[in-house]
């Protein structure tokens, strides 16, 4: 089992509608979550992170974090061509090192 | 969000010759620097992590001598690639994290990266 699995995509969803990109995680100690952006050739781009279960809105964007899931999804509301990317979630467990474990990454595909 | 730079963008090099890359925290100081390294449609994958002021700590499989990296200061970290070769042309992506607040809850902000061609 990967430490933190996303659904590769590609996710296409139409302009104007909700994108929703899931991930779960294997390491119950696991303390933070992230959801980066990465356009194609583009280094990451950090959207949002959240630590505390329940959800966390920031714009078009919404982090949701479920921890007894182990599970924590990003939301794109009014989605914009300009929202298509991958996006890569990752997890720290301060007290296993603090790195960063990334998924394999969601492309996402937003059509006019 | 806080801002990391890295200097060059992109490099072009003979085989056999060292290139050295900066990354720099400009707006936060950094106490873990991270170097990343992603290949065409490759997910990215973490070569070495250093602190301030203490000896970078190297992934498995990463040649530390050949990959030398240097955090002297809060703000700066260098990694040079040491008698490259066209199979080091890649993204090399710094990245960097401030000190902890709130029980450690840090976000980790990514460079621009570096485009390395080596031919």
């Known amino acids: 089992q990967k430490e933190v699995e996303q659904n590769s995509g590609p996710l296409s969803v139409p302009e104007g509608a909700i994108a929703s990109l899931n991930c779960t995680y294997s390491?119950?100690?696991?303390?933070?979550f992230f959801w980066y952006r990465q356009y194609s050739g583009k280094s990451p781009e950090l959207i949002m992170f959240?630590?505390?279960?329940g959800d966390k809105e920031d714009g078009r964007f919404t982090a949701q974090l479920n921890k007894a899931s182990q599970y924590v999804s990003l939301l794109i509301r009014d989605s914009q061509p300009s929202d298509s990317a991958t996006y890569l979630c990752a997890v720290i467990n301060y007290n296993q090192g603090g790195k960063l474990i990334f998924g394999q990454g969601t492309e996402l595909s937003v059509k006019p | 969000g806080a801002v990391v730079s890295q200097h060059p963008s992109w490099v072009i090099c003979k085989s056999g010759t060292s290139v050295k890359i900066e990354c720099r925290s400009l707006d936060f100081q950094a106490t873990t620097m991270f170097w990343y390294r992603q290949f065409p449609k490759q997910s990215l994958m973490l070569m070495a992590t250093s602190n301030e002021g203490s000896k970078a700590t190297y992934e498995q499989g990463v040649e530390k001598d050949k990959f030398l990296i240097n955090h002297a200061s809060l703000t700066l970290s260098t990694l040079t690639v040491t008698s490259a070769h066209p199979e080091d042309s890649s993204f090399y992506i710094c990245?960097?994290?401030?000190?902890?607040?709130?029980?450690?809850?840090?976000?980790?902000?990514f460079g621009p990266g570096t485009r390395l061609t080596v031919l």
């Open positions: 959240i630590y505390s279960n």
């Open positions: 390491d119950r100690g696991s303390q933070s």
């Open positions: 990245s960097a994290r401030g000190a902890p607040y709130r029980a450690g809850r840090m976000a980790q902000y």
